[in-house]
């Protein structure tokens, strides 16, 4: 009788979340796919040129290259750097000591805080120490390079250690028994039964990770802005200021925006794929 009415009526309710989804996501990337092959200031006076906003953004200049490569080392840096930090603590967190639920949501309290706040907050913090010599965060690429590692991994490192947490204490306990009767070091054991368990929750965090350090925006604004000359731009700060502070780049930004699209989606697929195979061995 139930099944009855909610086959009946299972339309009915979804059909708001349908129409809400497909103006608030589908709708809008159409129309923005469609305006990366014009020439607008407006979505009424667009006009159809082709391919030449992605033309002009190979030849024009190596803004968007040279964000593109400050993307990609930024984030290998940080999915490696938080990974390890965060499992880390992670493992020493679950082990039997005083104190460990304070300080698991001290590590996590950070993540609660907005990223255009932890940008000028730390950007204080880091000019502070720099200004010892004489300079600042902007004063050279490398400063704002490892300041944004810095404000990412401070920002996520508690909430990888929760995930982290959650798969060590699913850990067999009678496996790591076994393998203390068998004489395992405590490296042998992490080695060969922690790590392994643990694959869902590297590969959660992994992706997360690689997601979240690719896409960073509000931290890369605040911190540097991109400076200095746009060489700590990260793709989406360098979108950003294609469109809104490049008067007639409209069309440019838009085609840059659909690139990152892709890329983003290259990766969450590629990601997926690994993820599957692995579950698959």
Do not use: H
Not at 113 to 140: H, K, R, S
Request: with cysteine; proline share 3%; glycine share 8%.
């Amino acid at each position: 009788m139930i099944k009855k009415y909610v086959g009946k009526y299972f339309p009915i309710f979804l059909f708001p979340t349908v129409i809400a989804f497909f103006v608030a996501f589908i709708a809008p990337f159409v129309i923005g796919l469609y305006l990366s092959f014009c020439d607008f200031t407006t979505v009424t006076n667009a006009r159809f040129i082709g391919l030449e906003n992605y033309l002009r953004i190979f030849s024009e200049s190596s803004d968007f290259l040279n964000a593109l490569w400050f993307t990609v080392k930024f984030t290998v840096v940080s999915v490696i750097s938080i990974n390890v930090l965060a499992f880390a603590l992670a493992l020493i967190l679950t082990r039997p000591m005083k104190g460990t639920s304070g300080f698991r949501t001290g590590f996590f309290m950070p993540n609660l805080i907005g990223g255009i706040v932890l940008g000028y907050i730390w950007q204080i913090i880091i000019n502070g120490v720099l200004g010892y010599f004489g300079v600042d965060i902007t004063y050279a690429a490398k400063y704002g390079f490892w300041g944004l590692v810095i404000l990412t991994n401070w920002q996520q490192i508690g909430y990888m250690m929760i995930i982290y947490i959650a798969g060590i204490q699913n850990v067999p306990s009678d496996m790591l028994e076994a393998a203390d009767i068998d004489g395992a070091s405590y490296f042998q054991k992490l080695r060969y039964i922690i790590i392994p368990t643990v694959s869902s929750a590297v590969t959660i965090c992994t992706f997360l990770t690689l997601s979240n350090s690719f896409k960073l925006f509000d931290q890369n604004l605040a911190l540097t802005g991109g400076a200095p000359g746009n060489q700590t731009a990260m793709l989406a700060l360098d979108i950003y200021k294609t469109f809104y502070n490049r008067v007639g780049s409209e069309g440019i930004g838009q085609a840059k925006a659909v690139i990152f699209f892709v890329i983003v989606a290259l990766i969450a697929l590629v990601q997926q794929y690994v993820t599957l195979s692995r579950d698959t061995e």
